[in-house]
């Protein structure tokens, strides 16, 4: 039996995690499989919501009458051992973990009949395979990753080294601080450094961006789907009560401010569609996507344009900020930007995650 068909099959359901993997799992229980989960079960409620899509989040030490239930954890992978082990001590003994195949099954039943967001898998095949250059952000800091892992980098994905110009160079590795490059920045703009050189430097037909530890799932009939896109992103995550709840977690209110206000200033589509975007509950995480090379260059125009000025207004004032911020801004503005431009014909696969 597929976990899919224990999915469907289980009597009670309910739902390990209350942030965005398990906000998605929970929407999809509820839209494409018909099942409202139990409960969304957590270790502590503190900065978790009291209910997901009007299902109650309960602590773990309130959920002992739910020991019957199939339990998905809907967590980082990083913590599923862990939960796994607090959940078998609390006598819960029928346990799914949720690692991103799984998730993608269960969110595309969610995508496909629901909502905007066309599948990859589902468009069609056609022509040869299109001129295509992939570049897989690494850093010095990164961990060695085991060869047997990398067996979706194809010919057409190359290495490249974020921050070079500030960490010594990787032996062998293409670097970010060649020509005309930001990677002296990388401590604000992590993997961005990477995807400004790509922009400046790259002229293939199609342009990608792939974390050193996460790559978009891409086969070779999706090569030939590619005839038909303007590009492909990672499935949109969904956090309850919308976009804005999970961008916050990770910026001031000073800083949205400023970017709300850079928007304004352009005087363009993008500000009026922001006030109604920051309230759905879709948004693409981790600066990572396949484009046309067209669209990829204009998506970098309007990201580095913001991204610079946010930059300057904090530094001009001297008010410190976190490392990363900015990285943290791309991922807002990634999402504004192909939210905003609706007439792209995007294709959405899964995550794989290679540690």
């Known amino acids: 039996m597929t976990m899919m068909e224990k999915i469907q099959m289980a009597k009670r359901i309910a739902v ?23 409960a969304v079960i957590v270790s502590d409620m503190s900065g978790n919501p009291e209910e997901i899509f009007g299902v109650s989040v309960i602590p773990i030490e309130n959920a002992q009458n739910l020991k019957d239930c199939l339990i998905l954890v809907a967590t980082p992978i990083y913590v599923h051992n862990e939960i796994m082990e607090t959940l078998y001590a609390n ?71 974020a921050g070079a110009a500030i960490s010594g160079h990787m032996p062998g590795v293409l670097t970010d601080d060649v020509g005309e490059n930001i990677s002296e920045r990388n401590s604000r703009y992590s993997e961005l450094t ?105 998506y970098c125009s309007f990201l580095f344009d913001i991204l610079f000025k946010v930059e300057h207004y904090f530094d001009s004032r001297r008010i410190p900020k976190q490392e990363r911020y900015i990285g943290y801004i791309g991922e807002i503005l990634t999402s504004l930007y192909f939210m905003a431009n609706s007439h792209l014909k995007i294709g959405h696969t899964r995550r794989t995650n290679l540690i």
């Open 16 to 38: 390990y995690g209350a942030q965005a993997t398990a906000c998605g799992v929970v929407l999809s229980l509820i839209v494409a499989f018909k099942r409202v989960p139990e």
């Open 194 to 298: 990477a995807t400004y050189w790509v922009w400046k430097h790259v002229t293939t037909a199609f342009k990608g961006i792939y974390h050193y530890r996460r790559l978009l799932h891409l086969t070779e009939a999706d090569l030939l789907r590619l005839n038909h896109l303007d590009a492909v992103l990672p499935l949109p995550m969904v956090k309850y009560p919308n976009a804005s709840a999970q961008f916050k977690r990770y910026i001031s209110n000073d800083t949205f401010e400023v970017i709300m206000g850079l928007l304004k200033s352009r005087n363009d589509d993008y500000y009026a569609f922001a006030h109604q975007y920051w309230y759905e509950p879709y948004l693409y995480n981790y600066n990572m996507l396949i484009a046309r090379a067209q669209v990829f260059d204009d």
């Open 91 to 161: 006598g819960f003994q029928t346990i799914i973990p949720i690692a991103n195949e799984l998730e993608y099954e269960i969110m595309a039943a969610y995508y496909r009949g629901a909502t905007r967001f066309d599948l990859l898998e589902d468009i069609p095949q056609s022509g040869g395979t299109p001129d295509i250059g992939i570049f897989r952000v690494c850093s010095a800091r990164d961990a060695i990753v085991k060869e047997a892992l990398l067996t979706h980098m194809r010919e057409f994905v190359t290495n490249i080294q």
